[in-house]
């Protein structure tokens, strides 16, 4: 099963697939590594999941530092002026690199997920992604 679906992926959902095996994340997370969906990232947003991730006892960064391929890296300067009204500055590199490279913003955060009518971008939650793409994955 290929999706073709292009993705940027919140922390959120790395540190929640890494707690949970059977849950919605893991399986998306998953999937990028089996090459079924592609993520695309930038140095912000890979930055911030190696060190969140880092940071948690028990996790490892490096079962996620193979997920980065070098040929999904999204290179161009983002407009983050344009997700001010997201909450937390942190979630604004992850909708602005969903805009920019025409892709699905999947979030477990509420800053995200709660403004997503108003956002330029399509944002999923995990399940919601999971079961329109993944659903038998």
Do not use: C
């Amino acid at each position: 099963m290929n999706t073709n679906a292009s993705v940027v992926v919140d922390t959120n959902v790395f540190v929640a697939a890494a707690f949970n095996a059977n849950s919605a994340s893991a399986r998306i997370v998953r999937a990028i590594g089996d090459n079924t969906v592609n993520m695309v990232w930038n140095d912000r947003t890979r930055d911030e999941i190696v060190f969140t991730i880092s940071r948690i006892p028990l996790l490892s960064s490096k079962s996620v530092e193979r997920l980065f391929r070098r040929d999904k890296k999204f290179e161009k300067k983002l407009n983050e002026e344009d997700y001010v009204s997201i909450e937390d500055p942190a979630d604004r590199k992850f909708a602005a690199l969903a805009f920019e490279s025409n892709s699905t913003l999947i979030s477990s955060d509420m800053h995200l997920l709660g403004k997503r009518r108003a956002l330029k971008v399509t944002v999923l939650s995990p399940q919601e992604f999971s079961t329109r793409f993944l659903d038998n994955y």
